[in-house]
């Protein structure tokens, strides 16, 4: 197999164009080519009256790829195959593994699991998929919060209601698992060489259901409505945990071995264990505002007269600076055609966060404007002060909204001029709990409204009409990651023998892919135990 690579295709180019366009970079007959697979499909939109697409491909060959390649160009080389092979791994204990959370991390990590013979047990303090939507949407529509079934909690984890954006930082050999794993699972095909890859909410929640099905079908076994509420523990080891189900009932299982996959907002989880001993340490998070604009706008600032092309779809954009204040600021999380939602998981506080389905095509586009926070900036010392800090924001903000789960926004004009404001104008608001006209200059430490107020005019400049007074800003956005590390050594064991922190919630990895990663490698060190049982 043959690897091209930055193949240059105009918009609605064919597959005729595109074996053309190989067959060109080989310098052979396109006869000659058995077989074509586009790896990886990326927009370049730099100059605006020429977009074209930009293509990785693989090709399989009827003759000699090293006489082809002797004479191809620089673009060709030969493809390195991806081979993955489960791990010949038995686990040494006869007791089950607890599995704490159903997100990225813990629904990766209950699979490898289960295929390899260990039937884990799945403690998910939410509730499955379908029963978790309607909670959400009767929290947006009646503002009746259920604190274990919501945007953070249930089956999926909080990527479900999000984008499910599968663009990642790592370089990881197990992202493509985690990719093919996904489109077998019914995500759309286009995220195996989107160079954007995303799969859209309403998407995520038929993958994972069948990733439940798999785990129930190998012996595995998921209680939903279960939070874990102790970790039995002797000898510096575990030796069961306890949790509490959908009636009150508390109930302990035997077991030497608990994955921790809680995700960032798992508060009281991780409070348990600071209490129980476990080593935990801060770690810099980020907290703002989210911004949005026309959907319309922000195809046209980006794609100029292709813009509302059907091959292109819905804009995107990536900024970051910094400021006088020496704080990074950044786009983050970048929803083209799609809504703010509500994703409060504690009484009497409010967080935001984006949302798109596969199709993006929603009247706004939105994205996260996040400024850097580091241990300093809290006002205590305390291992767990950044969930303090986080807290007080979000209590500020529903106060601020009024009290009844409305969202806090403001326009960027009155926040950039420091004025409350009355109402809105060319971009309706789409958070579905409905917002509250504020002044979110009362809700956020004045730090990070400096930084916010320097990067909106500098990324003014970046992307013209970004500072456009009528955009709006919806408060407060704090659960972009954990604030806290839970410590583990070479083996992802925590101070205490069995205990695996793993994911985003022990901060070990951002956004769906990492996490995915890491539930696999916390499965692999889980059946390497070495310990004796």
Not at 189 to 215: C, M, Q, W
Not at 330 to 341: E, L
Not at 405 to 410: E, G, K, L, R
Not at 499 to 511: K, M, T
């Amino acid at each position: 197999m043959i690897k091209i690579t930055e193949l240059k295709l105009p918009l609605g180019a064919d597959d005729t164009e595109l074996l053309s366009a190989a067959a060109k970079e080989l310098r052979c007959s396109e006869k000659h080519i058995k077989s074509l697979e586009v790896t990886k499909k990326a927009v370049d939109s730099r100059k605006k009256d020429n977009i074209f697409f930009v293509c990785n491909v693989e090709a399989e060959l009827d003759i000699c790829e090293e006489t082809v390649l002797r004479r191809s160009s620089s673009k060709a080389s030969i493809a390195a195959p991806f081979i993955y092979e489960e791990p010949d791994l038995k686990r040494n204990s006869p007791l089950r593994p607890v599995v704490a959370g159903f997100g990225p991390a813990g629904m990766f990590a209950a699979l490898t699991l289960s295929r390899a013979g260990v039937k884990p047990i799945v403690l998910e303090r939410g509730r499955d998929a379908d029963r978790r939507a309607a909670d959400i949407e009767l929290f947006w529509s009646a503002r009746k919060l259920d604190e274990n079934s919501n945007v953070q909690f249930g089956e999926g984890g909080a990527g479900t209601f999000s984008d499910g954006k599968l663009t990642t930082g790592i370089k990881d050999k197990l992202c493509k698992k985690v990719f093919l794993e996904l489109a077998a699972k019914g995500a759309p095909k286009e995220i195996l060489y989107s160079a954007k890859p995303h799969i859209g909410t309403d998407n995520l929640i038929s993958v994972v259901k069948a990733f439940r099905e798999e785990i129930i079908s190998l012996g595995g076994e998921i209680r939903f409505e279960c939070r874990l509420t102790d970790v039995i523990t002797a000898n510096s080891s575990v030796f069961g945990v306890t949790y509490i189900d959908a009636v009150g009932n508390i109930i302990d299982i035997e077991t030497d071995t608990l994955l921790l996959c809680v995700g960032h907002s798992a508060r009281d989880t991780v409070e348990m264990l600071f209490n129980k001993g476990v080593k935990m340490s801060q770690k810099p998070f980020s907290i703002g505002v989210r911004i949005e604009h026309p959907r319309e706008f922000i195809d046209k600032a980006q794609y100029g007269a292709f813009a509302g092309h059907p091959l292109l779809g819905a804009a995107d954009y990536k900024m970051s600076c910094h400021t006088k204040h020496d704080r990074g600021v950044y786009t983050f999380c970048m929803c083209p055609g799609g809504t703010v939602v509500n994703a409060s998981s504690e009484r009497r506080g409010i967080v935001v966060n984006g949302m798109s389905k596969w199709a993006r095509d929603a009247e706004n586009s939105n994205s996260a404007l996040l400024v850097g926070i580091s241990p300093c900036d809290f006002p205590k010392e305390h291992v767990l002060s950044g969930f303090d800090f986080q807290r007080g924001i979000e209590r500020a903000a529903f106060v601020s909204g009024g009290g009844d789960y409305s969202t806090p926004a403001q326009l960027v004009g009155d926040f950039l001029g420091g004025v409350s404001s009355s109402g809105f104008g060319g971009v309706n608001p789409s958070c579905p709990t409905g917002v509250s006209p504020s002044n979110i200059r009362r809700i956020l430490p004045q730090k990070v409204i400096d930084s916010i107020s320097a990067a909106i005019l500098k990324m003014d400049k970046m992307l013209e009409g970004f500072a456009m007074p009528e955009a709006v800003l919806t408060a407060p956005e704090t659960r972009s990651s954990s604030p806290v590390r839970i410590l583990r050594n070479d083996f992802f064991q925590a101070n205490i023998a069995g205990l695996y922190p793993c994911g985003e919630g022990a901060g070990y990895s951002g956004g769906i892919v990492s996490s995915a990663v890491d539930g696999i490698r916390c499965a692999f060190a889980v059946m390497a135990d070495e310990r004796e049982f």
